[in-house]
């Protein structure tokens, strides 16, 4: 069965940084896209980005400039680099294999306030 592991959330002040890691197993970065998720309260799961298997990648707009995603395959190991957070990023990030709806994890609470 898979799982899906992501930490590193918190409470940060606007404009501060913060590093999300998802862990999970060997196969599904042998076989899928990955990609970062949030939900917000009151709105849809939205996709923030994503990675192929050989590190290309691809943002939404709302994030494009700030936030970088990276994989390490040795280490079945993703990541999310978010810098210049502003309250709007406030969310669960949730890691999945990009249109591959597994299990979902816990997620990770970010939340981005003064």
């Known amino acids: 069965q898979v799982q899906f592991v992501e930490s590193g959330g918190g409470l940060v002040q606007p404009g501060r940084s913060l590093r999300l890691t998802c862990a999970t197993s060997?196969?599904?970065?042998?076989?899928?896209?990955m990609a970062w998720y949030r939900q917000s309260p009151g709105k849809q799961r939205e996709l923030v980005a994503h990675?192929?298997?050989?590190?290309?990648?691809d943002y939404a707009d709302s994030v494009e400039g700030r936030f970088t995603i990276s994989r390490d395959n040795d280490k079945n190991t993703m990541y999310l680099q978010m810098n210049n957070l502003e309250p709007e990023d406030t969310a669960v990030y949730y890691c999945?294999?990009?249109?591959?709806?597994?299990?979902w994890g816990q997620g990770t609470q970010v939340t981005v306030s003064s």
């Open positions: 990675i192929s298997i050989s590190g290309a990648t």
């Open positions: 060997a196969s599904i970065f042998d076989r899928y896209y």
């Open positions: 999945n294999g990009l249109d591959v709806k597994f299990p």
